[in-house]
């Protein structure tokens, strides 16, 4: 009993955690758009058309706009999929709520205008959901209070603040799967089967931000010399990352052909 009450005092925190930096950050300023003007009209394609094109966005599309290419006479955004990717499940919650409830078209009202404020709604989710993973790391080495205090500092003192939260850049996303792997990596020192699921965050790391390799290459060795003597382990570990791979190495050669 005294165990289980701690864990939903645990629980409580992490909760409180995530509700804090989302309410502050979401109701921050924005920064203007530029890199991230694609991510949530991306996203939206692919939840309403089943592609990730960006043609019917064309009428507004400055012809200036750097973050957009044209490949084979259809549109994209010039930025890696993998933020997109993030967005796309609370977009669904985001889109089946105004329509539900607000009777409001979100994809009609993307197509005509810049989804600012959606952009912050899902850049502070997203840091919000890292804090919390910054917190649990942090719980497993420290006591509360300095728990809490290392996961005040990342999420009020650092450019998790100031930038990640402003705008729906790759930063926020990329600090969520590698803390989420990270997490995972320390789990599996009393659950050996986790370091294998590790792979999954981490891979997708990369398809957030190609420089993540270099994290991806640095914990990859930590876990293959780590585990090297738990075989089952290292093998589902390269066949998760291979096929996250895979998918996203064929998904740009079946768009750009290279």
């Not at 590698?178 to 294998?196: E, F, H, P, W």
């Not at 991806?216 to 093998?235: D, G």
Request: aromatic letters at 14%.
């Amino acid at each position: 009993a005294k165990q289980e009450k701690k864990s939903g005092f645990e629980a409580m925190i992490a909760i409180s955690i995530f509700v804090a930096v989302l309410f502050t950050h979401m109701n921050s300023l924005p920064l203007p758009i530029g890199d991230t003007r694609w991510y949530i009209p991306t996203a939206l394609s692919t939840i309403k058309e089943g592609n990730t094109n960006l043609d019917e966005y064309q009428s507004i599309m400055l012809p200036t706009d750097y973050a957009v290419q044209e490949v084979n006479g259809h549109l994209y955004n010039l930025f890696p999929l993998g933020t997109s990717l993030v967005s796309i499940p609370p977009l669904l919650l985001i889109d089946h709520f105004s329509s539900k409830v607000l009777h409001f078209d979100l994809y009609e009202y993307v197509k005509r205008s810049s989804p600012v404020g959606i952009e912050v709604l899902i850049a502070s989710l997203v840091v919000a959901l890292t804090s919390v993973v910054i917190y649990l790391i942090c719980r497993i080495f420290l006591n509360q209070k300095r728990a809490l205090l290392l996961t005040f500092i990342f999420a009020f003192c650092t450019s998790s603040w100031s930038t990640a939260s402003r705008a729906l850049w790759q930063h926020g996303p990329s600090m969520l799967m590698l803390t989420a792997s990270l997490y995972l990596i320390l789990l599996a020192r009393q659950k050996g089967y986790l370091v294998t699921l590790s792979a999954i965050p981490l891979a997708l790391s990369y398809i957030i931000r190609p420089t993540n390799s270099i994290s991806f290459i640095l914990i990859s060795l930590f876990v293959l010399v780590k585990y090297r003597k738990k075989i089952p382990f290292i093998l589902g570990y390269i066949f998760l990352s291979f096929s996250i791979f895979s998918i996203f190495f064929l998904y740009n050669y079946s768009i750009y052909h290279s």
